[in-house]
T-cell receptor
Framework: GAVVSQHPSWVICKSGTSVKIECRSL??????MFWYRQFPKQSLMLMAT?????????EQGVEKDKFLINHASLTLSTLTVTSAHPEDSSFYIC?????????????FGPGTRLTVL | GIQVEQSPPDLILQEGANSTLRCNFS?????LQWFHQNPWGQLINLFY???GTKQNGRLSATTVATERYSLLYISSSQTTDSGVYFC??????????FGKGTHLIIQP
């Protein structure tokens, strides 16, 4: 259980275009999902918290108009990188929160590698 | 914010060796978890360990919340254990804050 998928697994785009990344919880409902970014040989950095049916909460320094997040259903959150530039090239990873009983953990998708030319 | 220090940053071992990875925190943390990021980038949940000790096969973890540290033990290492090990905790946001990771290489 607790499987999270992401699509696409990798994408190459031209500077100025927009890219949409999907994150799905396959076997459970996730009212809360998260988006992280990881640059090469660095740790994961939280970008935003995505709550089903409400606006996302962005971390300091993350441009909400550039990284559009939509969480329209209990199993799907999307991240759209608008007007992408080479500095947006990174590994984007989503996670879904699972809590209850004696656990409060997150399960991660396989990530999406974005390369902006 | 809370500072987290993972050690060692890099570790190279022969297959069959044992290892201990550590996370130190500057203050009390919530929802401490350990993850393994494999060479393809997938994060795999290892332990949810806010306190106490848990074991799962060759891996075990201990968190001493009062002393603000957590340990991950790997015994009888295999090449498939290679990758980056992260500790993560819930800081100010509901999302996780991660340490910088321990990059582990197991040589055959």
């Amino acid at each position: 259980g607790a499987v999270v998928s992401q699509h696409p697994s990798w994408v190459i785009c031209k500077s100025g275009t927009s890219v949409k990344i999907e994150c799905r919880s396959l076997d459970f409902q996730a009212t809360t999902m998260f988006w992280y970014r990881q640059f090469p040989k660095q740790s994961l950095m939280l970008m935003a918290t995505s709550n089903e049916g409400s606006k996302a909460t962005y971390e300091q320094g993350v441009e909400k108009d550039k990284f559009l997040i939509n969480h329209a259903s209990l199993t799907l959150s999307t991240l759209t990188v608008t007007s992408a530039h080479p500095e947006d090239s990174s590994f984007y990873i989503c996670s879904a929160r699972v809590w209850g009983g004696d656990t409060d953990t997150q399960y991660f998708g396989p990530g999406t590698r974005l390369t902006v030319l | 914010g809370i500072q987290v220090e993972q050690s060692p940053p890099d570790l190279i071992l022969q297959e069959g060796a044992n290892s201990t990875l550590r996370c130190n925190f500057s203050d009390s943390v919530n929802n401490l978890q350990w993850f393994h990021q494999n060479p393809w980038g997938q994060l795999i949940n290892l332990f949810y360990i806010p306190s106490g000790t848990k074991q799962n096969g060759r891996l075990s973890a201990t968190t001493v919340a009062t002393e603000r540290y957590s340990l991950l033990y790997i015994s009888s290492s295999q090449t498939t254990d290679s990758g980056v090990y992260f500790c993560g905790f819930r800081g100010g946001a509901d999302g996780l804050t991660f340490g910088k990771g321990t990059h582990l290489i197991i040589q055959p």
